[in-house]
């Protein structure tokens, strides 16, 4: 089992969970959600349902602006500011507070980009939320450390 069980990432695997439509029914909500630096990325620009959006910049050769996403886990609303969307665009995403992009940390099926929003103050990759750097892929995952938890009672280390 060891060996079959590294080749597929060993506990990235075990943590890392795509979310879908159906993960709005568990009302999971992002309540802290950082940058880098550990600016809180959470602010009213977007309400949904009550609750603060992720607010992120987004910027690209020629324009830059902001996308505020919902913090319901499996929720896709999101809310373009300033932003002239481009579906099927790359673009750089980056805190609003200190312009730091957040960092990449895996491919998105789509072929574009990962990147990490901390949900825990310590910028730990264990800890956050991927969503893509391409406008209009809604590709998202969440990377929570209770599942690292869970695998770590079965025993591996
Ligand atoms: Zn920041
Ligand atoms: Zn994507």
Excluded at 116 to 144: I, W
Aim: charged content about 25%; glycine content about 8%.
């Amino acid at each position: 089992m060891a060996i079959n069980w590294l080749l597929q990432g060993g506990h990235q695997a075990q943590n890392r969970e795509v979310i879908s439509d159906q993960d709005k029914e568990r009302r999971e909500i992002i309540k802290e959600c950082y940058c880098p630096n550990g600016h809180s990325i959470l602010s009213d620009a977007g309400v949904f349902q009550g609750h603060h959006g992720l607010t992120l910049k987004l910027r690209n050769k020629s324009r830059e602006g902001l996308l505020v996403i919902s913090p319901i886990v499996g929720d896709n609303e999101r809310l373009f500011i300033d932003f002239e969307r481009v579906p099927g665009e790359i673009v750089e995403i980056s805190c609003p507070t200190c312009d730091q992009p957040f960092p990449i940390y895996n491919a998105c099926p789509c072929g574009a980009h990962l990147v990490a929003l901390f949900t825990s103050d310590k910028a730990h990759f264990s800890k956050c939320v991927g969503v893509c750097q391409r406008l209009g892929c809604l590709h998202s995952e969440l990377l929570s450390q209770r599942d690292l938890r869970l695998y770590n009672r079965q025993d591996y280390f």
